[in-house]
């Protein structure tokens, strides 16, 4: 069983609407968590990170923490076109890093 | 700019034949990290380095290795390369803080 788990989609929503990603994992030892955008033929990039549970918002973007369930999320309000990317969650274990394989999310105009 | 960069960007090699991409960054990051991305699979972390001449295994280590002499550079080496090893790799530097990774754009390898 991988350590992060995240549905691979891909997820098509029409311009405007809400986009709800999420990733699960199993070891509790993770203490931050990330949310990185990827443009095909590119390099990822952060979008955001947090470390507690809870929630944290930039913009049109919310990062959601539950420890308890071993849960985060992400939240795209009012998507654009320009937010067709792949999406990848991440979390780290002292200097190891572990992502989830990805979830490829399409905005239609 | 701010930066990391990856070369080669592409490159096709044969099996045995030893290779290097090179990884450079000019933003003084302690910790740099080396990933491959499958399909399906997403990234998966082959070595890291914290500072100069401490490095570490990640999940996927075997067949490469790495060496850290300089601050800015950390390349990666593939002594002996074998089809599996196709695939797409990033580099990735931060100040200390592994939350705040910059990644390079990648390098496509395909191992005949």
């Known amino acids: 069983q991988k350590e992060v788990e995240q549905d691979p989609g891909p997820l098509s929503v029409p311009e405007g609407a809400i986009v709800s990603l999420n990733c699960t994992y199993s070891n509790s030892a993770f203490q931050y968590f990330m949310w990185y955008r990827q443009y095909s033929r590119k390099g990822p990039e952060l979008l955001m990170y947090t470390y507690s549970s809870g929630n944290k918002e930039d913009g049109r973007f919310t990062a959601q923490v539950d420890k308890s369930s071993k849960y985060i999320s992400l939240f795209i309000r009012d998507s654009q076109p320009s937010d067709s990317a792949t999406y990848l969650c991440?979390?780290?274990?002292?200097?190891?890093?572990?992502f989830g394989a990805g979830t490829t999310v399409t905005v239609r105009a | 700019e701010a930066q990391v960069t990856q070369n080669p960007r592409y490159l096709i090699t044969v099996t045995g034949k030893k290779l290097t991409v090179t990884c450079s960054q000019n933003?003084?990051?302690?910790?740099m990290s080396w990933y491959r991305q499958d399909p399906g699979l997403g990234l998966r972390q082959i070595y890291y380095s914290m500072n100069v001449e401490v490095t570490d295994k990640g999940d996927v280590p075997e067949g490469y290795k790495v060496s850290r002499k300089e601050k800015r550079n950390f390349p990666l080496i593939l002594e002996s390369p074998s089809p599996n090893q196709t695939s797409l790799y990033f580099c990735?530097?931060?100040?200390?803080?592994?939350?705040?990774?910059?990644f390079g754009p990648g390098t496509r390898l395909l191992v005949l």
């Open positions: 990735a530097s931060s100040w200390g803080g592994q939350e705040t990774q910059y």
């Open positions: 933003m003084n990051h302690e910790y």
């Open positions: 991440a979390m780290n274990d002292d200097y190891k890093l572990s």
